[in-house]
């Protein structure tokens, strides 16, 4: 059998599904991809000073999206973000003024009540009109006319003046530029209009009319704005994005909570019919029992997680012409909570695969839940060469069983040609080896005369007889040339017919084989794939096995297995049936048969192909291991709510001896508080023949997403075995506080060992090229498997249990402000306040850019004021920079009622300036029980507000605790905008920032994660 016949075994990449179960890199980027450029960012070019009129920016439109988010008190928060399309604006990023400007964002922001809805801020701005602009320069001097043109083509279309409130270098070659004013209601719409009411037709889709409505309605919470990236001098990329916030929008009836769209909209939601993928979302923050969801959202596992995504457009297919839904839900409470938890444990006999060739993979299914679970699917995606042989089958040649090889035998085939003083002797054949019959003893189909004469001049001469196949199909070759051409001229010209007479041997050497190969073999099916459980099917991707239970009481067991018989293993004999043809170097062709084994047959398929022989796991080259994963499974509860979970992984290998360990993970508990301690057992049985060596195991926490896809991994506990003999299992119990994060809290074991320690490459002796060839999967790897996955509920708190706000304590930040001007003398007073008004304490920096030709700081008061305890004076540190101070406040912890207080009395104040606001970074440090280890993903770092990018998304509702340490919130005291003699005050806003560090899914696999896992833990230990 040929490689080619053999080729689909061959080392399998694993299922895709599988190679994206975890991401590990988390961010918050709006914009899923780069818009295609369609149409040019126009320009109308005047004075240096101004802009002389708005210009249109004009991509495809990639993606309109809307969430909807529930907060506080039945509030809802509604976004809408499109990628691409049409924006209208003043400022003209073609025009030279700009030639340095590679982005800029505008944003218009009103969030001084955000705490009536949520419990921090829906943007990352202040409030008013705020400009970030990304500069390719830090040239002071250009920066300065940069802002001073962008100020005066602001001021001559909008009426408004901006001021500078922070200039930084994220890089050493970029400088981003933050300009603020506040402004009025009705700027604010005007400005909507050109951001998102140019390109509106209500005929091509209603989403912008709907979100400005709702603007319309004076909303007490609300934020647009838009981002234009330049790349190359041409405009690559248009976001737009809008929040609103009303309150009262979800209908209460009884305990439990109607979410209507028509009624949160006033309308159905119509798609836009030029957006190439239109979205509509509505998430709850908060664990809650659905009851009721129509129509049937797109992704899975949402009823449970309590979140849900409709695709209302795909490309040139409208699924919906006009949206509507209806969700109905009621809280949990922690007693009446039940659901299934099935676990599946793969399993294999290594002696059954090495010594009869049958693979047998059985699957112990377990509900270890409080609830019975229905439907249980698990599912197996199968590699390619196992699908071949399920679809078509597979052949082997088997020699019969009454065939033995004699190695021994040896005959050498002269063919003689004697004419009267010619005589001719041409060794033709050396037959190396031969079948002999078990029964009768004598070699098969053979003739054991040492002379047979085809004529009176030409004869055959064996020194051990002959093939009675052979002599028949030399005859048959031999026999027409004397009767063409003349015995007396073959033997005269010899030189010449020799040619002729070779060429005519091997064709009778081919018969020969052909013949003897069909009477001394027989075709024999192998890799025959079997199961009473599993069924074969496909679909559009790939084909699959699946096996069904309908139903799975609380603490059965079922077994379910598939099987693959008649795998070649050492046992199945067979004869290397070989011709080596005349080279050059021998005149001669030999005829060699040598007895082997399927098992080196099939070793040797795997040398040629460079392959590993194990097609339930994948290569990966960054931590130079074979990484096996679990197949995924499925089931429901009795409300029809649908739970993933996954199989251990299997490193099996064909052709080798192997440590294969097999793990199971598994919780005593399943509903949980936090800070409750929740108990673990690991156990790890080696099913493989030899030891495993430098046993790692990081047993890590998993948070899903609305797909049933992990968004996040925490490393809980790790712990190192030295050694796992063949045949011996372990018990690992361990136990940590519950603590990661509110809801479905899943945990998986990575298990890394090395297999054939100190093992080199295995040279494999291939009979039929007569060469011992290097397999060097053979030696020693290393293999990296996952166990099985278990989970449990998280509840919180019981203060904050049905609570409608984020189940667990995070800080809020109110900063309020406060000032009066004396115009006679020029000087100002200005008191600001930062509370936490929220439940955990928080690490505060608090600092603010002023221009120093709007005032001269006479003075500067700062002091901690702790809800227990003195009042503490904290001392600021100003820093000139330019023609700016830099002012430290304060950075310091602030426990949840604790506030700082600020005044500063300003001189020489000029006529019309901008006070910007102050800025507050902070973050949780609310204690992290459960964890070892920080999050693996801190590795990467955390990006400042600086290096953000334009984004709107709705509140930290999936954040988990162990991410606040490094979850960096930002929140603002308001714009003060002084104009002497002064004619008003404008009313003054908070704004605190929305976390911008959000766990979305990308595509991805476990594979990736793992490898950082690793590469993480190792350099910790």
């Not at 052909?514 to 001394?520: A, K």
């Not at 093992?759 to 291939?766: D, L, S, V």
């Not at 507050?920 to 999050?935: K, L, R, V």
Request: aromatic share 12%.
């Amino acid at each position: 059998m040929s490689a080619k016949n053999l080729q689909h075994l061959k080392n399998r990449i694993a299922p895709p599904f599988q190679k994206i179960l975890v991401v590990l890199i988390l961010f918050l980027s709006s914009i899923v991809s780069t818009p295609i450029l369609v149409g040019g960012f126009s320009s109308n070019t005047s004075s240096v000073n101004a802009a002389s009129s708005k210009v249109d920016g004009t991509l495809i439109l990639l993606q309109e999206k809307m969430d909807v988010f529930a907060g506080k008190d039945d509030s809802i928060i509604t976004s809408l973000e499109l990628n691409g399309g049409l924006v209208r604006t003043p400022i003209d990023l073609s025009r030279s003024e700009l030639s340095y400007v590679s982005q800029i964002e505008c944003v218009i922001a009103n969030q001084s009540a955000f705490s009536t809805v949520w419990t921090n801020p829906l943007w990352k701005y202040p409030d008013g009109l705020v400009l970030k602009i990304t500069l390719r320069t830090q040239d002071y001097e250009r920066v300065r006319q940069i802002y001073q043109f962008l100020n005066n083509v602001v001021l001559q279309f909008y009426n408004v003046s901006l001021g500078i409130f922070n200039i930084n270098h994220p890089n050493l070659i970029e400088t981003v530029l933050y300009m603020v004013s506040p402004i009025t209601y009705s700027q604010a719409l005007i400005i909507f209009d050109d951001v998102f009411k140019v390109d509106y037709d209500e005929e091509n889709g209603n989403s912008v009319g709907l979100i400005e409505s709702m603007l319309k309605d004076s909303p007490a919470v609300y934020a647009f704005g838009f981002s234009m990236v330049k790349r190359l001098g041409v405009i690559t990329k248009i976001t737009r994005s809008v929040v609103v916030a009303q309150e009262n929008k979800i209908q209460v009836v009884g305990n439990q909570r109607l979410f209507n769209l028509s009624f949160i909209l006033n309308s159905p939601l119509k798609p836009k019919a030029n957006a190439i993928i239109s979205k509509f979302s509505f998430s709850l923050p908060f664990m809650a029992n659905i009851t009721s969801v129509s129509p049937q959202p797109d992704n899975i596992g949402s009823s449970f997680t309590g979140s849900f995504e409709w695709v209302l457009k795909h490309l040139t297919t409208t699924i919906y012409d006009s949206f509507d839904t209806e969700i109905i839900y009621r809280p949990f409470t922690f007693d009446e909570f039940v659901f299934p938890r099935v676990s599946v444990a793969a399993s294999y006999s290594d002696f059954l695969l090495e010594n009869n060739g049958i693979l047998n993979m059985t699957y112990n299914v377990t509900n270890t839940g409080t609830d019975k679970a229905y439907n249980t699917s698990i599912i197996f995606p199968i590699p390619e060469e196992v699908e071949l042989i399920i679809s078509e089958g597979l052949e082997i040649p088997v020699l019969k069983d009454d065939l033995i090889i004699d190695e021994v035998l040896n005959s050498e085939i002269t063919l003689n040609i004697h004419f009267f003083s010619y005589s001719i002797e041409m060794l033709i054949l050396d037959i190396q080896g031969w079948y002999e019959n078990t029964t009768t003893l004598s070699l098969e189909r053979w003739l054991d005369n040492a002379t047979i004469e085809l004529d009176e001049y030409v004869s055959i001469e064996t020194t051990n007889g002959i093939s009675e196949d052979l002599y028949n199909a030399i005859i048959g070759r031999i026999i027409p040339l004397l009767d063409i051409y003349d015995i007396q001229e073959i033997a005269m010209n010899f030189l010449y017919y020799e040619p002729i007479i070779t060429e005519q041997l091997q064709y009778a050497i081919q018969d020969a084989y052909n013949i003897v190969f069909n009477e001394f073999y027989e075709n024999k099916t192998i890799f025959q794939f079997s199961s009473p459980n599993f069924h074969y099917t496909t679909n559009i991707f790939r084909g699959y096995i699946e096996c069904l239970i309908p139903e799975l009481e609380v603490n059965e067991t079922q077994e379910v297995y598939w099987s693959i018989t008649d795998i070649p293993t050492s046992a199945d004999r067979f004869g290397v049936f070989s011709i080596l043809l005349p080279n050059g170097v021998q005149d001669y062709a030999s005829f060699r048969t040598v007895e082997s084994d399927y098992k080196t047959l099939l070793l040797s398929i795997f040398i040629g192909l460079n392959s590993a022989g194990r097609f339930l796991s994948i290569y990966e080259t960054i931590t130079d291991s074979f990484i096996s994963i679990g197949s995924r499974y499925q089931y429901f509860d009795s409300h029809g709510r649908d739970y993933y979970g996954l199989t251990n992984g299997l490193n099996l290998q064909f052709g080798d001896d192997e440590a294969v360990l097999e793990s199971i993970l598994n919780t005593n508990r399943t509903t949980y508080r936090v800070g409750e301690n929740i108990q673990f057992t690991l156990d790890i049985n080696n099913l493989g023949t030899i030891g495993a060596y430098e046993i790692h195991i990081d047993i890590v926490n998993l948070k899903l997403n609305y797909l049933w896809l992990p968004t996040n991994v925490l490393v809980v506990k790790s712990f190192d075995i030295d050694t796992i003999s063949a045949g011996e299992s372990i018990n690992q119990e361990f136990s940590i506080e519950a603590n990661s994060y509110i809801g479905l809290n899943t945990y998986v074991a990575i298990i890394s060992f090395v297999s054939d320690f100190n093992q080199p490459a295995e040279e494999i002796y291939i009979p039929w090229i007569d060469t011992a060839v290097p397999w060097i999967y053979s030696g020693e790897t290393t293999n990296i498997i996952t166990s099985t996955l278990t989970f449990g509920i998280l509840f919180p708190p019981i203060s904050l249990e049905n609570v409608f706000r984020p189940s667990f304590p995070v800080p809020e930040i109110e900063a309020s402000s406060d000032y009066s001007v004396d115009e006679s003398t020029r000087s100002m007073y200005v008191r600001y306040e930062i509370e936490n008004e929220g439940l955990s304490a928080t690490d505060v920096e608090i600092m603010q850019v002023i221009d120093m030709g709007s005032a001269t700081i006479y003075e500067i008061n700062c002091s901690l004021v702790p809800e227990t305890g003195d009042e503490q004076v904290l001392a600021p540190i100003i820093t000139s920079k330019e023609d700016f101070y830099l002012i430290d406040y304060a950075s310091t912890t602030l426990q949840p009622g604790d506030k700082i207080v600020i005044e500063i009395r300003f001189s020489d104040l000029a006529e019309d300036f901008i006070i910007p606001p102050i800025l507050i970074n902070y973050n949780s440090i609310y204690e992290i029980h459960a964890t070892d280890f920080q999050s693996s993903e801190d590795v990467y770092g955390i990006e400042t507000i600086n290096l953000t990018s334009f984004s709107v998304r709705n509140s930290p509702s999936n954040v988990s605790e162990s991410e606040q340490t490094d979850f960096l919130w930002f929140s603002f005291s308001s714009v003060i905008k002084i104009n002497l003699p002064i004619s008003e005050k404008f009313d003054r806003v908070l704004f605190s920032s929305l976390p911008w560090t959000y766990t979305i899914i990308s595509t991805g696999i476990l594979s990736g994660v793992i490898v950082i896992v690793i590469i993480v833990s190792r350099l910790r230990k």
